[in-house]
């Protein structure tokens, strides 16, 4: 290695670790998927805080549920593998017969199938991934 070289790697490797160590604003925030698919897919039906007041609810057949009351509605326990069901929507609940609730199973995998060009990237994964992320959105949502 060429002494330019190694001076360039030296600095490279500080400015990771500083970078990697501060705290300060400058450092980003961690990424939310569910909330990202939440906000960019989920509240214009549900609303943006989740209480079933989207600006798409009131074209609704049936009332959008609020988001918030799942786990009050529960006896006080989140119904984590319901709502993860009724998200991927592809075991055939009720919910997705009606115009409007999208399976987001099949798309979340058709997406990560066209964008997956690596051979280890499992589309079908990537999908269930995306579903818990969401998932636990909801969650913390009933949590506030």
């Not at 190694?6 to 990697?20: S, Y």
Request: glycine share 10%; net charge neutral.
């Amino acid at each position: 290695m060429c002494p330019t070289s190694f001076v360039r790697l030296v600095m490279v490797l500080a400015a990771t670790a500083v970078a990697a160590t501060s705290h300060g604003q400058d450092t980003p925030p961690p990424t939310d998927e569910g909330r990202h698919d939440f906000e960019s897919s989920c509240a214009v039906c549900h609303g943006v805080d989740g209480k079933g007041d989207g600006p798409y609810a009131r074209s609704q057949e049936l009332k959008t549920p609020d988001l918030t009351l799942l786990a009050a509605r529960n006896g006080g326990v989140f119904p984590y593998r319901r709502v993860a069901e009724i998200i991927d929507g592809r075991r055939g609940t009720i919910i997705h017969g009606i115009p409007g609730m999208p399976i987001w199973g099949d798309r979340y995998k058709a997406i990560a199938a066209a964008e997956c060009l690596d051979a280890h990237c499992d589309p079908e994964s990537v999908a269930r991934a995306r579903v818990r992320a969401l998932t636990e959105y909801i969650r913390r949502l009933n949590a506030n």
